[in-house]
């Protein structure tokens, strides 16, 4: 994942330096924490006392993002964060380019209930972004007359996944909505597809699993497992539109690229010396993709599905506006939302 | 009487800032709109609009006893108070004042929800434990009341199982709780001009 956003955000970098028509020249300075959480916050801080640069593109978890976040008021800098989570942030100082709830989950079980039923089994990892989800899944599913079968959760990085599997078997859920990270995710999602082989009420057509963070990325960790693995993001491989007719290898790779192309619109939006500006009058009246108030941005919401290696659409729901408070009654192109109350 | 927040995700709630115009005002109504919160700034009359908003964010530093038209402590919406000074008298003002959460200057926009959030469950515990108080207060005072009016009963002539079920008796057919159909006969009994009993507990 974290490749995938470096490889955006250097694409990026090199689109921008190549655009004749851009007077905006970018250099990269880059640092890696190696996914130790304490060092995100010491690197943060050495890029932007050591350097000129002012935007930081990065962050994996949001662990590591909440690390950085004091280094970026201590020294005025701007993170821009190119992976979903979880929502209810909405730091001055972080822009959000990839999708929160209401743009992934909310439209990924408004679709998925109708669609198959309200019967959910959920998991994930115990970390923030495995309590927070299937909160707010548990939280709709039951507003919605459903019903939360089993709520399990594995430490990061363990794999003892039978009891679930077994949870799953026994309960015979509509669907399954997997909010484990990493190698728990992957020997989750091996079981499963080994059940699906061999019982047939557990096939993707008749109890598919759901994931709000699923990419391109994951598949060669998963090889035959990914195959009928549900995902809602605003992008997958092969759908142009969103950030021009570029072919990205995943919505992270994507996402990090609109970040670094959009910070350089916003500088030759307002000229020679913005490098300097403040982020809010950096992002006022520019217009673009940021939402000025909560930093979140507008995106594509769409639900696909891997059919032989790649994902298909399954519903294209147009472009929703990020709402990481769910406290604005934004609706998406395929059926309104309802904001959760 | 006050709007209620519909909204577990306070979208559209009211909330208004007691503090002089500064950059920390800036960074918290910045953070509340973001929240979803509509925001309202006044200093140093708070004003009719009190009255109608769902949260109240007050200074701590430059506050004073007066700034708010209700008694201290019995604010009918969430208290916030914005504390640069933690000297204990200002940490004891506000809590007088009836602060259900704090926020520490120089604000950011990291605590608001929390700060937010926390108020509201402490404001409604709070009320809830309030209505619980006076309802149990309420029910002894109809103990008191039991205990008298069996004893008017006993005094003419009634046994004690007997004074019991007239006060029952009574109770069912005005359709009212056995404390109040209590409270009837002492009341009734003291009118009448009998022995009065009622500085007798």
Known sequence: ?341 | MKRQVRSKYLGGARALILHRPHLNVLALARQLRAIGLVVDEAWPELGAQALATDFIFFDADMGYDGQFPWPAGEAPMPMIAMIGSEAPGRIEWSLQIGAHAQLLKPITGSGVYSAVLIARDAFDRQRAQAAEIADLRRRLDGRRAVVRAVMLLMQMGKSEADAYGQLRQMAMSWQISFEDAALRVVARYAAEGGDDQRNRG
């Open chain 1, 1 to 341: 994942m974290s490749k995938a956003s470096l490889t955006g955000a250097l694409a990026a970098i090199d689109a921008v330096n190549a655009d004749a028509g851009l007077p905006v020249y970018f250099t990269s300075v880059q640092r890696d924490p190696c996914g130790n959480a304490d060092a995100y916050g010491p690197l943060c801080e050495e890029i932007l006392r050591d350097s000129s640069a002012r935007h930081v593109v990065g962050c994996v978890t949001s662990l590591s993002r909440k690390e950085v976040i004091p280094s970026l008021e201590k020294l005025d800098g701007t993170l821009w964060y190119p992976l979903p989570y979880e929502g209810f942030e909405a730091s001055d100082r972080v822009i959000y380019t990839h999708a929160c709830p209401n743009q992934h989950l909310l439209p990924l079980l408004d679709w998925a209930m109708p669609a198959h039923g309200r019967r959910v089994y959920l998991t994930g990892s115990n970390y923030i972004w495995g309590w927070e989800i299937n909160r707010l899944a548990r939280m709709t599913i039951v507003e919605a007359g459903g019903v939360v079968l089993g709520e399990r959760y594995l430490p990061i990085g363990a794999t003892d996944v039978e009891r679930m599997i077994d949870e799953i078997r026994v309960s015979c859920p509509d669907f399954v909505l997997n909010s484990l990270v990493g190698a728990s995710s992957y020997a989750f999602l091996r079981a499963y597809h080994a059940l699906s082989l061999t019982d047939p009420r557990f096939t993707p057509e008749r109890c598919p699993m759901l994931s709000c963070n699923l990419t391109e990325c994951e598949f060669p960790p998963l090889g035959a497992a990914a195959e009928g693995l549900i995902s809602a993001g605003p992008y997958f491989r092969g759908i142009s539109g969103w950030q021009g007719q570029i072919d990205f290898g995943s919505s992270h790779e994507a996402a990090s690229y609109g970040a670094v192309t959009e910070l350089a619109r916003l500088l030759a939006h307002h000229g020679p010396g913005s490098e300097h500006l403040p982020l809010a009058q950096l992002l006022a009246g520019a217009g673009g993709m940021v939402d000025a108030g909560t930093h979140h941005t507008r995106l594509p919401v769409i639900i696909a599905q891997v059919r032989n290696g790649a994902f298909e659409v399954i519903q294209n729901r147009g472009i929703v506006v990020g709402d990481p408070f769910l406290s604005r009654d934004v609706g998406t192109a395929a059926t309104p939302l309802r904001v959760v109350s």
